[in-house]
């Protein structure tokens, strides 16, 4: 279909007239009006919504049910008491679309009170988390066998050494669960986290950034997921905690912080340095960190307050036997040097970029390099008098190509990869390769493909050229992406996702974790 036919059915219809109109009232928006629109569109996407909480809810409070009505039933195990909490990302609402839920079965004494199998470094009591986890295996196995769908499997306890934790993975329709046992360390987590939440952080703002960030680094940039060897969501979480530490007065929306977040991260001596959500610290073999926090430079109002930390949560987490080593006041910090260091604000020892390897560790820190390239060229469009509002958000909306194709079959089709199509060089003695598909063969796929061809192609000099032109001048700016702009300036932010945590936070710091010491 050539271009005068295309240019008939859009008048047929009326679609020149309808964009016409969008491209003038997205004209008349500032850029920070379409940068909001922007992030709320992408995180209708890849974030929460209404839609997926009730979703994962229901999934989560029906398996939730059924396994305590189960272990309930078992004579052996009626000494116990039980309860199921999840963590992690779900029930604060930071959780993109293909997030698993992280659940815990914690097992009480009835006589005693106390949290069994508590001590992550005892073998026998890894041994018997194990054991136990073979029974809620058992149990879910037959669940999803009365359930008999496609959607729902189970597999194997993972049980390997470099887990603290035996865990039970399943995906209960659609949705992946990681089922633990006992994870003190976990549940710790939730409250920590909650208290820099409530204490340091402006909670909308900083959970749609880190979403969006998140987002990024899972679909398109490929750099999280610790079972890939690459960064986990908490050694993330706590990237982006140190940017709102320390930068936060440098940005004033999500956009802003998504360009400012790889413009740190690229500036980082990750062969030199130690980041935490308190600082980055130069890399000492013998690094006092603990003393250190507590100098008066960590004390100030507008930073997050280590000794208010210490005071009001983490000497509380002391009395759990979970492996907590901040209370050492010299520690030694062995590190690989080829390796990032990220610090665990809890234990302030640990490293959370140790899932990264060698290889990845080198990537990802070459991926900051160019994102944060790839981001001042958007920002610099910004000081530009002549740059028009499409131009900016489809230098945005590039950014997140794999995301946007996923989801809107129209670039799905037109990001497909570039099939090398090529006429017959005249010349067949030229050194070039060239395709063995005739002139017709060649539009006719390129026709079906959707990728038209624009000209004769003799030469690898042409044929990248026209590459490259064909990539610069993909439209990535759909009406839908502009109708959906135009209509969220118009919607107040109390009409809007509100990103609250799940009620259950506030459940487990009322629980009681009495646990052996």
Not at 122 to 144: A, D, G, M, P
Not at 208 to 229: D, H, M, P, V
Not at 346 to 354: G, H, P, S, T
Not at 402 to 408: A, C, F, N, V, Y
Request: glycine fraction near 2%.
């Amino acid at each position: 279909m050539n271009i005068f036919f295309i240019y008939l059915k859009l008048i047929k219809y009326n679609l020149i007239d309808k964009i016409k109109i969008l491209m003038n009232e997205l004209n008349n928006l500032s850029f920070e009006e379409i940068e909001k629109g922007f992030v709320n569109y992408l995180l209708k996407l890849t974030g929460p919504n209404k839609e997926e909480d009730k979703k994962r809810e229901d999934k989560y409070e029906n398996l939730k049910k059924y396994l305590l009505e189960e272990l309930k039933k078992d004579e052996k195990l009626k000494k116990y008491n039980f309860y199921i909490f999840s963590f992690g990302s779900f029930p604060f609402k930071i959780y993109h679309n293909e997030s698993d839920i992280d659940i815990t079965i914690v097992i009480k004494d009835k006589n005693t009170n106390l949290i069994l199998y508590n001590d992550t470094n005892n073998e026998e009591n890894y041994e018997k988390k194990k054991e136990f986890l073979i029974k809620v295996h058992s149990i879910l196995k037959n669940y999803f066998i009365n359930k008999n769908s496609n959607d729902n499997y189970i597999q194997d306890i993972i049980s390997d050494k470099n887990n603290l934790v035996p865990l039970v993975k399943c995906k209960y329709e659609s949705i992946a669960f990681d089922i633990t046992v006992n994870n003190l360390d976990g549940l710790l987590k939730i409250i920590f986290m909650n208290y820099l939440e409530k204490n340091f952080l402006d909670s909308k703002f900083y959970k749609k950034t880190l979403i969006l960030i998140k987002s990024w680094c899972y679909f398109q940039g490929s750099i999280l997921g610790s079972n890939a060897s690459l960064l986990g969501s908490y050694a993330l979480e706590c990237l982006v905690i140190y940017m709102f530490n320390y930068y936060k007065n440098t940005f004033n929306n999500e956009i802003e912080a998504f360009f400012k977040f790889f413009e740190i991260m690229k500036n980082i001596d990750w062969e030199k340095k130690i980041l935490s959500i308190y600082d980055l610290f130069d890399d000492d073999q013998t690094l006092k960190i603990k003393n250190l926090l507590f100098s008066d430079k960590y004390q100030k109002e507008n930073k997050i307050n280590f000794k208010k930390i210490y005071d009001e949560i983490l000497s509380k987490l002391e009395r759990y036997n979970f492996n907590y080593k901040g209370k050492n006041e010299n520690i030694i910090i062995q590190r690989d040097k080829k390796k990032m260091f990220i610090l665990d604000p809890m234990y302030n020892v640990f490293n959370l970029a140790k899932s990264v390897n060698y290889h990845n560790s080198f990537r990802i820190k070459e991926i900051f390099i160019d994102m944060n390239q790839e981001c001042s060229k958007i920002k610099n469009l910004k000081l530009k008098n002549n740059c028009s509002k499409k131009y900016y958000l489809n230098s945005i909306l590039k950014l997140f190509n794999r995301i946007l194709s996923g989801h809107i079959p129209q670039l799905f089709f037109d990001n497909l990869p570039q099939p090398k199509m090529v006429i017959l060089p005249a010349n067949k003695n030229e050194d070039f390769e060239h395709s063995n598909q005739t002139e017709k063969n060649a539009k006719e796929i390129a026709n079906l493909m959707r990728f038209p061809i624009l000209k004769e192609i003799t030469n690898e000099q042409m044929l990248n050229d026209y590459n490259n032109f064909y990539v610069e001048n993909v439209n990535y700016v759909t009406d839908e992406i502009v109708e959906f702009i135009l209509e969220d300036i118009k919607i107040s932010e109390d009409e809007k996702y509100n990103y609250e945590s799940n009620q259950e936070i506030q459940e487990i710091l009322n629980f009681e974790m009495n646990a052996k010491i």
